[in-house]
């Protein structure tokens, strides 16, 4: 048996609106939006859906939601930039919640952190290799 990662998907209040945040703050654009406007897919090497909290619950009807004045949630959201400082004012200057300004990690990466208008965090960071 062979299984590998292929995306990822939050649940949100509205999709259309969190993926229209995602366009504005980050530069990311929208791939899909499905009928009814329940599930949002952004561009990217894998896949960032969005899907309304409502529709999610239909096949799960108990999740922790993601608010902005409630903790993090024990994940994070991981962009690439090769300008993190640009991209960290940008995202702030368009709603995002400040966490972490930039700064240069021991490892040689640079990275800051944002949470955007459902509270979900979200890194922005250099490009790192792997060994």
């Not at 940008?90 to 021991?106: I, M, R, S, Y």
């Amino acid at each position: 048996m062979t299984t590998r990662f292929s995306g990822a998907i939050v649940y949100v209040p509205d999709a259309v609106a969190t993926a229209v945040f995602y366009e504005r703050a980050f530069g990311i654009e929208r791939k899909f939006v499905s009928d009814g406007s329940d599930y949002c897919e952004m561009q990217g090497d894998l896949p960032l859906g969005f899907v309304r909290e409502d529709f999610a619950q239909k096949n799960l009807p108990e999740f922790a939601r993601n608010r902005p004045r409630a903790p993090a949630a024990g994940f994070e959201i991981a962009l690439v930039s090769d300008d993190v400082d640009a991209a960290y004012k940008h995202a702030v200057a368009a709603g995002a919640a400040p966490v972490l300004e930039p700064q240069n990690k021991p490892w040689g990466q640079r990275v800051s952190y944002v949470r955007d208008l459902n509270g979900v965090l979200v890194e922005i960071c250099s490009p790192w290799s792997t060994p």
